[in-house]
């Protein structure tokens, strides 16, 4: 069975950029979030989704950050403008029930 | 609030040694307990669970008792590999009503096992 799918692997662009990663989770699941790695602060929840309804985005740094959830079997996380401090590694994970989470492999994003 | 506390890495091993990694947790309700693991390169994968008191996860020769007494979910080995080398994460949800599968995770420690 294919794993929860993210686009791109890499990005790189330069400050100020609109940013969109994508998200295609597990067929079946109904749950989706999504992460952000770095070094300084580890992993962080930044939002999810439960039956494509955003539940917590508390997680979300600030209003640069906007995702969405239009049907059960894509997501994006938008970055706009970017920023330097945006660089990182962010994962997308779905779940089904009250299992536990299955991740992606991770876009790696660099803003220069 | 809610939180996973870690020891602090890297844990430098040669093969075939003994493996602890500590983990402890703070949280208001009962919480289910993870271990994840992150390969170089890839995303997190889910090594083994607890989801009450007492229970013991295991996977891959890797075990975690829940101990509610003290708060802890500590990883260990009895013989680790190279191939073991990697990131592991401890994780909770936080065990509040309701289970969102909202993971709070700890800070990662960075396992090498040295032939």
Not at chain 1, 60 to 81: V, Y
Request: net charge negative; proline share 5%; with cysteine.
């Amino acid at each position: 069975d294919a794993g929860v799918i993210q686009s791109p692997r890499h990005e790189v662009t330069e400050m100020g950029q609109e940013v969109t990663l994508r998200c295609k989770p597990i067929s079946g699941h109904n749950s989706l979030f999504w992460y952000r790695q770095t070094m300084m602060r580890g992993l962080e929840l930044l939002i999810y989704f439960n039956n494509n309804v955003p539940i917590d985005d508390s997680g979300m740094p600030e209003d640069r950050f906007s995702a969405k959830m239009p049907n059960a079997s894509f997501s994006t996380l938008k970055i706009q403008p970017s920023e330097p401090r945006d660089s990182a590694v962010y994962f997308c994970a779905s779940r089904t029930g009250d299992q536990p989470q299955h991740f992606g492999d991770g876009t790696r994003l660099s803003i220069l | 609030g809610d939180s996973v506390t870690q020891m602090e890495g890297p844990v430098t091993l040669s093969e075939e040694a003994f493996l602890t990694i500590n983990c402890t947790y703070t949280a208001t309700g009962y919480p289910s307990l993870f271990w994840y693991v992150q390969y170089p390169g890839e995303g997190l994968q889910l090594l083994l669970k607890a989801t009450k008191a007492d229970d013991k996860g295991s996977n891959k020769g890797f075990e975690a008792t829940y101990r509610k007494e003290t708060t802890s979910f500590h990883l260990e080995k009895g013989s680790v590999q190279v191939s073991d080398s990697a990131v592991y994460f401890c994780a909770q949800n936080g065990g509040g009503s309701g289970n969102t599968g909202k993971l709070i995770f700890g800070q990662g420690t960075t396992l090498q096992v040295k032939p």
